[in-house]
């Protein structure tokens, strides 16, 4: 059985990575295509409306896919790096503020930028963004109510995978969720939240030897 903790292991389909997943990686699949949610009907209403322009303005050069095609392959990465990084509590958030900004850039964007590695930039702005905020609000008083998933499912996100994850230092957080949710080289996360080549390396390293740790589950075989 592939672990989670093998750096080798492909980060799409073993665990932990894969945990982070759950239910909502498929739901958020259709949410790009769903005008249930209001970031839904902009992202149907609009995109629709550019796909002449995001196609690409030369007919020798590369086309670029219609943006609700771009939501249906990356959406469930895009979730799974911000359910990473930030939490299950504020990942729906930054996963639609991630793609409302993507959709307003996107006409501009040219045909052989890397989608994938600039969906992550954006999202990890947008991450920085949703902490700010929150560390601008007070906090609650009381008990409050888990907030019910927008998609009308359970969120069966793996609270102990989050408390092992939300545990590891910041840039560690990050090198995991960069490197090993979304795939990125050392060098573009270094160039993404700062740092050397070396250090994200061993950020993400430190991190993923961290996990082992202090979330076995992921290493044990069924």
């Given at each position: 059985?592939?672990?989670?903790?093998?750096?080798?292991?492909?980060?799409?389909?073993?665990?932990?990575?894969?945990?982070?997943?759950?239910?909502?990686?498929?739901?958020?699949?259709?949410?790009?295509?769903d005008t249930?949610?209001?970031?839904?009907?902009?992202?149907?209403?609009?995109?629709?409306?550019r796909?002449?322009?995001?196609?690409?303005?030369?007919?020798?050069?590369?086309?670029?896919?219609?943006?609700e095609?771009?939501?249906?392959?990356?959406?469930?990465?895009?979730?799974?790096?911000?359910?990473?990084?930030?939490g299950?509590?504020?990942?729906?958030?930054?996963?639609?503020?991630?793609?409302l900004?993507?959709?307003?850039a996107?006409?501009?964007?040219?045909?052989?930028?890397?989608?994938?590695?600039?969906?992550?930039?954006?999202?990890?702005?947008?991450?920085?963004?949703?902490?700010?905020?929150?560390?601008?609000?007070?906090?609650?008083?009381?008990?409050?109510?888990?907030?019910?998933?927008?998609?009308?499912?359970?969120?069966?996100?793996?609270?102990?995978?989050?408390?092992?994850?939300?545990?590891?230092?910041?840039?560690?957080?990050?090198?995991?969720?960069?490197?090993?949710?979304?795939?990125?080289?050392?060098?573009?996360?270094?160039?993404?939240?700062?740092?050397?080549?070396?250090?994200?390396?061993?950020?993400?390293?430190?991190?993923?030897r961290?996990?082992r740790?202090?979330?076995?589950?992921?290493?044990?075989e069924?």
């Amino acid at each position: 059985m592939r672990t989670a903790a093998d750096p080798t292991t492909d980060p799409r389909t073993g665990t932990p990575t894969e945990r982070l997943t759950g239910t909502g990686t498929d739901t958020r699949t259709d949410r790009g295509r769903d005008t249930d949610t209001s970031s839904g009907r902009a992202i149907a209403a609009t995109g629709g409306a550019r796909r002449g322009t995001a196609a690409g303005r030369s007919g020798d050069g590369p086309r670029k896919p219609p943006f609700e095609q771009v939501v249906a392959e990356h959406g469930p990465m895009v979730l799974r790096v911000v359910r990473a990084v930030l939490g299950p509590d504020d990942a729906e958030d930054a996963w639609s503020e991630t793609f409302l900004a993507a959709l307003r850039a996107y006409p501009e964007l040219p045909a052989d930028t890397n989608v994938e590695a600039w969906l992550v930039t954006v999202a990890h702005r947008k991450a920085i963004d949703v902490t700010r905020a929150n560390a601008r609000r007070p906090a609650p008083v009381g008990a409050v109510p888990d907030r019910p998933a927008r998609t009308g499912r359970p969120d069966d996100f793996d609270p102990d995978l989050w408390q092992a994850l939300a545990a590891l230092p910041d840039r560690q957080r990050q090198a995991v969720a960069y490197h090993y949710l979304a795939g990125l080289p050392y060098r573009e996360i270094a160039a993404l939240a700062g740092g050397s080549t070396d250090a994200a390396r061993r950020a993400a390293a430190d991190g993923m030897r961290t996990l082992r740790r202090t979330y076995p589950t992921s290493t044990e075989e069924p």
